[in-house]
């Protein structure tokens, strides 16, 4: 549907969810009289009636959904008709007031700021522009705010790529299509942070070009606030941030136990702060205590680059765990300064799988907890976007009932869902190599699993040459098309250049080295058929 359509689809929606709404009223209140004359019976209609909230609830959101596709619409092909009744010959400033004005007005109508009004206009018209996006918000598939994102990260890109990006997440049919969860399942900031990890990959500008003019606006903000309080935030590069929040948080757990009455939540600012001041101390009324006494705990990190970045071959941007997308020289750099905690993961350049963390050295003592992180990227419960990296590794099926300690039985949970998962009647599905679970309500709704979208490197023009002598590159997306028998082949330069690349983790009594294995070892078996990862 273009911006021209009518809204009569949407609002045929709209009706059928209204009646929805209704009929499950309706079933409600006879209930509700059932309950009232039938004895004996109360805990199956208290339980059928608990099951109509969740499903009015349902409902309620896929209405919601539908109305602000309606409201999206008009107010796009508002601005579109003064367009329209504005004399060609007018002059860019009776325009600008022209528009001006149907933002005023939207805002009178919605009782809503001129700056609220006129983010509703821009959104609006972005997301009406793509077909896609606004069929599955009028289908009330997704929620205003996910439109919303779509809109946010598209902007800036040609017609060309906002297309490819949004046939990506909304159509099944795609070359490449999102894989997982759909994308209105997804709590927003998960889609964004997809979305986002997509766009990077994609855009039509480098992200090394961009990360430069980043740098270049790094700042430090300070906010009054109500209460006395006041905030302080700090725009800086990827790396620099994350290893920011990784030594406060794991600081902060290193001062927890019995006698620490301060919450996480507490302990970071309070850490953050005695650093900042060089006070040596974190304060709480009444007490100190000496940060600088404390030992951190360690806090591994992945660093989830392509070979062919690594090598300095292409600019590809590759993954910090817990943050997303960075320029491939902050992971080159990451690496060659052998940063403290952080790991190097290397991309298949065949089909963007996890290729290995290290290549000489293959730690045996506790690789599944390292490869389950990488797979899942965060706790697997539906909604959740818990990333630290010491979430708990679960059995899906319990020990205790025959289940095996295996990257197919295990997952990762935040300590509040793995409780949950033992108290209540969420129940995880299965979940194998490369694919985390889904999730099973008490009321049986079935929750897909978020996963990652792994796509084929980028591979170099002069090293798809030295294979066929001619590339050939897709329009929509930039992406480098090879043949099967070339992303298959092996390629001496790429063998060559694994074995210099630097070091990652430390030689120890606790580490095996391949060339020193015959070749009939049965322990060549083993390591092939488990993606094994070097333990902290």
């Not at 273009?2 to 059928?16: M, Q």
């Not at 700042?219 to 009054?224: G, I, V």
């Not at 302990?267 to 404390?294: M, W, Y």
């Not at 935040?414 to 979940?431: D, E, F, M, V, Y």
Request: one cysteine or more; charged letters at 25%.
């Amino acid at each position: 549907m273009g911006i021209g359509g009518g809204v009569g689809v949407v609002l045929e929606g709209v009706r059928a969810s209204v009646a929805a709404l209704d009929g499950l009223t309706f079933e409600d209140q006879n209930l509700e009289d059932a309950a009232m004359t039938a004895v004996g019976s109360g805990v199956d209609v208290l339980q059928r009636r608990y099951e109509i909230r969740l499903e009015r609830l349902e409902v309620a959101a896929r209405l919601e959904a539908q109305l602000a596709a309606v409201k999206a619409r008009d107010a796009a092909e508002s601005v579109g008709f003064q367009e329209a009744l504005t004399p060609p010959d007018a002059s860019v400033t009776d325009c600008t007031y022209v528009r001006m004005s149907v933002v005023e007005e939207i805002a009178g109508v919605l009782a809503i700021s001129s700056a609220a009004a006129g983010a509703l206009v821009e959104q609006s018209r972005r997301v009406c522009s793509l077909p896609l996006a606004f069929e599955t918000l009028a289908a009330g598939a997704m929620s205003w705010q996910h439109a919303r994102i779509v809109a946010d990260e598209t902007e800036g890109l040609t017609p060309e790529s906002a297309a490819a990006l949004v046939a990506h997440f909304f159509d099944p049919d795609a070359p490449h299509p999102a894989r997982g969860a759909a994308a209105g399942d997804l709590v927003p900031s998960r889609f964004r942070a997809k979305v986002r990890g997509w766009r990077e990959r994609h855009h039509p500008e480098s992200i090394e070009k961009r990360h430069v003019k980043g740098v270049a606006d790094r700042r430090m903000e300070y906010t009054p606030d109500t209460d006395g309080m006041a905030w302080v935030s700090l725009y800086l590069p990827g790396d620099t941030a994350c290893a920011i929040w990784n030594r406060t948080t794991a600081t902060a757990r290193g001062l927890q136990g019995p006698d620490e009455p301060r919450t996480l939540t507490q302990l970071r600012p309070d850490i953050a702060a005695s650093l900042l001041l060089g006070t040596g101390n974190t304060t709480q009324t009444g007490k100190f205590t000496e940060v600088g006494k404390v030992p951190a705990p360690r806090a591994d990190v992945l660093v989830t680059v392509p070979v062919f970045a690594l090598l300095g071959l292409t600019d590809e941007p590759a993954m910090l765990d817990g943050f997303g997308p960075i320029p491939a020289s902050m992971a080159r750099r990451l690496v060659a300064d052998g940063a403290d905690s952080f790991y190097r993961v290397l991309v298949d350049p065949r089909d963007g799988a996890p290729l290995e963390i290290g290549r000489k050295n293959y730690r045996l003592t506790g690789p599944i907890k390292h490869w389950i992180r990488l797979r899942d990227a965060k706790c697997t419960f539906p909604g959740c976007t818990n990333k630290t990296p010491d979430n708990d590794t679960d059995h899906l099926q319990a020990w205790e009932h025959g289940g095996t300690t295996d990257v197919s039985n295990l997952a990762q949970l935040c300590p509040k869902h793995h409780r949950l998962k033992h108290h209540s009647q969420w129940t995880p599905g299965p979940a194998n190599k490369n694919e985390p679970p889904g999730w099973t309500s008490p009321t049986g709704r079935h929750y897909n699993p978020e996963q990652q979208d792994a796509e084929p490197t980028h591979w170099p023009q002069w090293l798809l040459a030295l294979f066929s002598g001619t590339s050939e590159r897709d329009t929509s997306t930039g992406a480098t098309k090879q043949a099967d028998e070339h992303a298959a082949a092996p390629c001496p330069c790429l063998e060559a250049s694994l074995e210099n690349l630097p070091q990652w983790e430390p030689d120890d009594e606790a580490s095996i080295d391949p060339s020193d294995l015959s070749p009939d070892d049965p322990l060549w078996a083993e390591l092939l058929a488990t993606p094994l990862v070097p333990s902290g």
